[in-house]
């Protein structure tokens, strides 16, 4: 691999890619940087070069484009597993308002959906009947290609992957989100990136800018409020300033959970008062609003703008032979947007005021987005949970303990208004006026602030501390019990520092599965005020753990031994750091000897290993369609004589129940349970859901994800039925029996 001449920032955002960059000099820190403008199709065959590279895709249908119309400057070469035409950019962005059905976006959205096979190719979520779909890790990965190739394009003797490249992510995302990033990279032939949380990557470009004056401006602001509301999500962390000598020393103290609330929430919702204005006799299906929300994102931006237009029109086309004929018109005003954003999103509430988790969350084009959509609430929440190292940081017996100073990034603050009201209702919460911390640029300062922490790690500026962003915790379960949970990694440990517990041992058989469950969780104290360290046992409050999907791995021992069917035991230690790249290394290590150490891996879906040696059935894929679309987010999808004849339906594409293989089995339970929300539709969907999900789960010998499985499934059974008649409740009986039946096989199968 080539020297790296270059330091390399990458914001893959929802909404927005942007990417910036400077040379690495004999000065670094004073080097120059950057955008990279991306070089990408606005129209057929017209290519221009622009600092955003918009996070959609298009897949054309058969014959709409010619090659022609898809030329770029290099020659294209996809990501493997991705479909051949495909156009990225701003014109996939426009294309998307005119077609439905063809558009993908919110791809980061989709890589941090714990309810869905992140590798499975579900997008575009309500994709039109001919439409190749793919998952959102290969459409994380098709931008970071696009990327790629258009830097290589430019820099034929530097190129990207032998840079050095760092990729944001929200500082909320999980250990499997970040890891499927990582993935989603090294299939874009960035084989080694660092991430770095883009909150800190805001403070760092906040710090690139001010590097001569940071420590007298901010001798008086201890505690910083972090509030990055982007695309499709919020991101809030909290940073200590404190002075050591004289030196300035920023610390991350506090993270904040993970939020499906940003711009694309504001944008449906302005959707869904355009598709009310135009009365339609009945609501739009998830592709046509998926094509409406393009325009009313344009509005958005317009009408919140300084120089704003009094109104903007939408227009919505008709489709097939409605295309000229059934255009519509309607406008929105920049009174009524103003409303929805300032009311709807950042309301004036008191400090201690939470968000309304009673109510169901929003459900949209299959993203679960917060039930309560009111920001300022959410920060509340936020700094409600960190008032201790809060009030450590201030250090001056302030309650409530509120920051005194406020960096705010995200397209969404490019509006004075939104700025003004946000600072208002902090102040509000502190009762003396706050600092507001300077961002010219929220569209581009987590790119550039990536490149500021490219040059503090090579120790050319400042380098933020607080290391893992949340603790890691291994599940011991106890029957009829949560049991109780053992810190693996505190929050706070500096990456490459192993954690080791000498006092925990596991006895392991080699040549045999083994399945650790994790949990994380953000909190700073648990029980009794106990604060968070290496070690700390403590019982599980459901509100403070996150689950992850588990750890599984086969410790492979002698090979004579194994070959002779001996079975070899062994004691072991689990050793945990977190990496330079930013996530999670889990390893098993011998108390006999410490150089026999097993790294273990997580399982998202079912073992890699197994699907390659199984060949699919044919039905297999329509039927999953099936299920998809009669248990979806659009109503109009779930025809009444399709879902009474579904198991039928099933039956005719597989074959008789009862010869169903496992992988079938299992992959029929996994798209049952993406549409587990609308099993109450009606006593058709509720029947059907209970008695092919319970089928389902029942036979076989168990797999080693389960147990994961029930952890997503098993609330539900808790819940009762909707529709309470003897033949709703022998099915309810059933599917919790069977279900019970295969949590049971796992934990024998895949000892934990």
């Given amino acids: 691999m080539a020297s790296a001449q270059y330091l390399v920032g990458i914001d893959l955002g929802t909404t927005n890619t942007v990417v910036a960059f400077c040379e690495i000099q004999d000065d670094l820190s004073n080097s120059p940087v950057e955008l990279f403008e991306i070089d990408q199709l606005v129209g057929p065959g017209e290519v221009v070069r622009k600092p955003l590279l918009p996070s959609f895709r298009y897949h054309p249908a058969q014959q709409q484009v010619s090659d022609s119309d898809l030329t770029l400057p290099w020659e294209n070469e996809p990501v493997k597993g991705d479909i051949q035409n495909l156009i990225i950019g701003e014109w996939a962005r426009e294309l998307g308002a005119k077609v439905e059905g063809r558009q993908v976006s919110s791809a980061k959205s989709w890589l941090s959906h714990t309810a869905v096979d992140r590798e499975d190719d579900i997008l575009p979520w309500a994709g039109a009947q001919d439409v190749e779909k793919v998952s959102p890790v290969i459409a994380s990965a098709s931008y970071l290609n696009h990327i790629r190739q258009a830097w290589n394009h430019r820099h034929h003797y530097n190129k990207l992957e032998d840079q050095d490249v760092v990729i944001t992510v929200p500082a909320s995302f999980d250990e499997t989100a970040r890891k499927l990033t990582v993935q989603a990279a090294k299939l874009a032939g960035l084989p080694k990136v660092h991430l770095l949380e883009e909150p800190q990557a805001v403070c760092y470009d906040w710090y690139a800018r001010h590097k001569e004056t940071a420590s007298q401006e901010l001798s008086q602001v201890p505690l910083i409020l972090v509030c990055d509301v982007g695309g499709g999500t919020t991101d809030l962390s909290l940073i200590e300033a404190k002075h050591d000598d004289e030196e300035l020393v920023l610390n991350r103290i506090g993270v904040g959970e993970h939020l499906m ?16 204005r135009f009365n339609e006799s009945k609501k739009l299906n998830a592709a046509s609003l998926t094509k409406l929300i393009q325009q009313t994102r344009k ?6 703008s300084e120089d ?10 008709g ?5 000229i004929g059934g255009t519509k ?24 005021e939470l968000p309304d988790k009673k109510r169901s969350a929003v459900v949209e084009f299959g993203l679960p987005y917060v039930s309560d959509p009111a920001v300022s609430k959410h920060v509340s929440e936020f700094l409600h949970l960190h008032q201790e190292v809060s009030r450590e940081a ?15 990034n995200g397209g969404v603050f490019n509006s004075e208004l939104v700025t003004r009201r946000i600072v208002d209702i902090v102040e509000n919460w502190k009762g003396t006026p706050i600092s507001l911390l300077s961002n010219p640029h929220p ?3 987590v790119a550039l602030g990536a490149v500021a922490f490219a040059k503090a790690r090579r120790g050319a500026q400042l380098k933020i501390g607080g290391g893992s962003a949340r603790s890691y915790f291994l599940h011991l379960q106890e029957k009829n019990k949560l049991g109780q949970a053992l810190c693996l990694l505190s929050k706070g440990t500096e990456e490459g520092q192993e954690i080791r517990l000498t006092g925990r041992r596991f006895a392991l058989t080699l040549g045999e599965p083994v399945r650790f469950n994790l949990l994380t969780s953000t909190h700073d104290y648990f029980g009794e005020h106990k604060k968070v360290q290496n070690g700390l046992m403590t019982h599980i409050d459901p509100d403070q753990f996150n689950p992850l999907p588990p750890y599984i791995s086969t410790l492979q021992g002698n090979e004579k031994q194994l070959n002779a069917n001996q079975k070899e035991r062994v004691e072991v230690q689990l050793a945990c750091q977190l990496t330079e790249v930013g996530t999670l290394k889990i390893e098993c290590v011998s108390v006999d000897d410490e ?18 040696t199984i060949q699919a059935h044919p039905g297999l894929e329509p039927s999953k369609a099936l299920i998809s679309r009669l248990y979806s987010g659009n109503k109009n999808s779930a025809d009444s004589k399709e879902i009474k004849i579904l198991a039928k339906s099933l039956e005719k594409s597989l074959g008789k129940k009862d010869e169903w293989d496992f992988h079938t089995l299992r992959s029929l339970v996994d798209s049952f349970s993406l549409g587990r929300k609308r099993r109450r539709r009606s006593e058709q969907h509720e029947k059907n859901w209970l008695r092919l999900t319970g089928f389902c789960m029942r036979p076989g010998f168990g797999d080693a994800t389960d147990s994961w499985r029930m952890e997503q499934i098993w609330g539900l059974y808790q819940q009762g039925i909707q529709f309470q008649n003897a033949q709703g409740w022998s099915d309810w009986w059933t599917f919790g029996v069977a279900c019970l039946e295969a949590e049971r096989r796992a934990a024998r199968g895949y000892p934990r």
């Fill in 261 to 276: 609330l940003g711009g694309d929430n504001l944008d449906l919702a302005l959707a869904h008062m355009a598709e009310q």
């Fill in 299 to 304: 509005a958005k931006e317009a009408l919140l």
């Fill in 308 to 317: 704003a237009p009094s109104e903007m029109k939408i227009t919505m086309l």
């Fill in 329 to 352: 018109s309607i406008a929105l005003s920049k009174s009524e947007v103003h409303q929805i954003a300032l009311e709807g999103f950042f309301p004036q509430t008191e400090f201690g």
């Fill in 319 to 323: 489709s097939g032979s409605r295309l």
């Fill in 443 to 445: 569209d581009w300062s």
């Fill in 595 to 612: 150089q026999q150490r097993w790294e273990l891996e997580f399982e998202v879906r079912n073992q890699q290993a197994q699907e390659e």
């Fill in 394 to 408: 201030l250090n001056d017996g302030s309650d409530p303990a509120i920051p005194v100073g406020l960096l705010l």
